[in-house]
């Protein structure tokens, strides 16, 4: 897999094992290259590296942050100094060892998120301060469990000092390391990762946050591939609720997207209404199971009221901290690219 993804986050439906299958029905191979549903930045991050100017899009604050420490970054790297200022005692009111400790953090983790996130917010460099709050994202989800808010009994126990459970096997023992150690072991580590994915393209890479529909009022560009919430599935809202609470510093009403629901036909007729001034579309949707969602054939039919188009169905299989643990067999993972 390309080196770099591991400067990005594990994000829930993220498509760095995809991206070949993106990428292939492609017509231009310059240009600019729009990612509409940014999410963990696997895409975005791909088409940096093969040149394109990339303009990318996401609702979401956590995103943003991804994107403009990874995607618009083309030269700023992360020192050892940077990570010390996490620890600078910085005023703070205790939101997040309030909320969410002892269930999905341990106190010392609570303590230390709290100050970085006050420290992070302060830092006057701008891709400074994105940085550093890309790194309290990759640190926060490589110490949770398959990267989700859930599975709250290992940190109830770390908390109460004991230990036998939450080190049970060598999948679990990692992550939960992490919430009784140093964090600077796991800063550093993740410092270089991040660093490794910091690269110049010689374009203007740009990073918006805005609503799908605003957004491609505005935008132009060759190509633009829409990779929005599965209907059926996981709210991202729901999914990483707790790590926007956190980032906003105040708990949000997490209200999940209209493209999550059951019936989200209206939603992505509309998309392909407001894309008709880019030349091509590539999009991505799955189905968890045969019932849920929108079926290939379904969508294909949508997209191809306005142009020619082809279906490919994907042979994917989620790592685990997408699926969490769920079974895979039912899923169906597939890519509509227009000719
Ligand atoms: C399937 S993920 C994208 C994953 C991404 N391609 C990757 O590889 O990591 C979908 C993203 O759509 C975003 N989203 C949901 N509703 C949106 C909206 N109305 N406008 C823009 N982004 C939205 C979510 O925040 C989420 O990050």
Redesign the pocket.
């Known amino acids: 897999m390309f080196s770099k993804f591991q400067s990005l986050p594990s ?1 829930f ?4 094992k995809l991206v070949k299958y993106i990428f292939k029905p492609i017509k231009k191979t310059e240009g600019v290259f729009i ?9 975005s991050l791909y088409a940096k590296a093969k040149g394109y100017k990339v303009i990318s ?4 604050l956590r ?1 943003l942050i991804i994107g403009k420490a990874i995607i618009a970054n083309n030269s700023v790297k992360l020192e050892t100094e940077d990570l010390a200022r996490l620890f600078i005692e910085t005023k703070h009111d205790g939101f997040i060892k309030k909320n969410y400790c002892p269930k999905v953090f341990t106190s010392k983790i609570a303590d230390f998120l709290d100050n970085a996130v006050a420290a992070a917010r302060q830092v006057e460099n701008e891709t400074k301060r994105y940085l550093l709050l890309h790194l309290i994202i990759k640190f926060i989800l490589s110490c949770r469990q398959f990267g989700k808010f859930t599975h709250t009994r290992d940190t109830l126990d770390l908390e109460a000092r004991k230990f036998e459970w939450p080190l049970r096997s060598k999948s679990h023992a990692p992550k939960n390391l992490r919430m009784i150690q140093n964090p600077m072991l796991t800063l550093e580590k993740l410092k270089d990762e991040v660093n490794h994915g910091i690269f110049d393209n010689h374009q203007d890479n740009e990073i918006h946050q ?3 529909f605003d ?1 491609l009022k505005t935008v132009q560009g060759d190509v633009v591939y829409f ?4 209907p059926g599935s996981s709210a ?1 809202e729901v999914e990483y609720g707790i790590l926007d609470n956190l980032l906003a510093g105040k708990k949000l009403d997490n209200k999940p ?3 999550s629901n059951k019936d989200a036909d209206e939603f992505l007729e509309r998309l392909f209404a407001s894309a008709v001034h880019i030349p091509q579309w590539v999009i ?1 949707l799955g189905q968890n199971k045969e019932d849920i969602g929108v079926k290939p054939e379904k969508l294909l039919a949508m997209v191809q009221k306005h142009r020619k188009a082809e279906v490919q169905i994907l042979d994917h299989k989620w790592s685990v901290s997408n699926a969490g643990g769920r079974g895979q067999s039912d899923n169906i993972e597939y890519l509509i690219a227009t000719l």
């Open positions: 994000y439906g993220g498509k760095r990612d509409a549903f940014l999410g963990g930045g696997s895409v899009n996401d609702i979401a995103s805005k609503d799908v957004f990779d929005p919430p599965y991202y997207s209209p493209f991505s």
